[in-house]
């Protein structure tokens, strides 16, 4: 095969490839909503104050959101440092959040259920509750707050990670929106 014969099949396999990721709901025909999500704490892209890190109190900050859709059965809420050094971290996973809810306080409490009776998974140091931002000394890190919300309640056994969520919402995200913030040590 001559060389221009291999870059065009290569064109090819990278396209038909990007076509067959596209997220779950998606492929059913189901439109996905945008949920606008805020911090009072910080804004869009800024620095996120010490005390919800590692270098401070390590308490959740404040979050908020609107848009979340009529029809949503439950919320979840992943918080992930894609810029980790082995890969995503996560910080966070927090589901069956009740679909009225519109926001966290400051400082959810670092247990299994809440008394709204949303669940909280085990962040990527194997606790539950949120963990603050922890980079090594180097340039700021990126944290993404997500919120989404579903179709249905999760029914999961055991404390779950961020791939257990994940796997467990494909398929029933009506809507998805995020909040970013940075932090540097």
């Keep these: 095969m001559t060389r221009i014969g291999m870059i065009l099949l290569l064109a090819v396999a990278l396209c038909c490839c990007?076509?067959?990721?596209?997220?779950?709901?998606?492929?059913?025909?189901?439109?996905?909503?945008?949920?606008?999500?805020?911090?009072?704490?910080?804004?869009?892209?800024?620095?996120?104050?010490t005390q919800y890190t590692c270098s401070g109190k390590d308490v959740s900050p404040p979050l908020a959101?609107?848009?979340?859709?009529?029809?949503?059965?439950?919320?979840?809420?992943?918080?992930?440092?894609?810029?980790?050094?082995?890969g995503i971290w996560t910080h966070w996973v927090l589901y069956n959040l009740p679909p009225q809810t519109t926001g966290l306080p400051v400082g959810v409490p670092k247990k299994d259920k809440l008394d709204n009776g949303a669940i909280?998974?085990?962040?990527?140091?194997?606790?539950?509750?949120?963990?603050?931002?922890c980079?090594?000394?180097?340039?700021?890190?990126?944290?993404?707050?997500?919120?989404?919300?579903?179709?249905?309640?999760?029914?999961?056994?055991?404390?779950v990670g961020r791939k257990q969520l994940q796997q467990a919402m494909e398929g029933h995200i009506l809507a998805q929106g995020e909040v970013m913030g940075r932090f540097g040590r």
């Design 120 to 133: 909280q998974g085990l962040n990527d140091s194997h606790t539950v509750g949120y963990e603050g931002p």
């Design 135 to 159: 980079p090594p000394p180097g340039p700021a890190h990126r944290y993404y707050f997500k919120v989404f919300a579903l179709d249905k309640k999760l029914t999961l056994n055991g404390k």
């Design 65 to 86: 959101w609107s848009g979340v859709p009529e029809k949503a059965a439950s919320l979840a809420i992943l918080v992930e440092d894609p810029d980790a050094p082995r």
């Design 18 to 49: 990007r076509f067959s990721v596209q997220p779950a709901s998606a492929a059913k025909g189901k439109k996905r909503m945008t949920i606008s999500v805020s911090s009072s704490a910080f804004q869009n892209g800024e620095t996120i104050p």
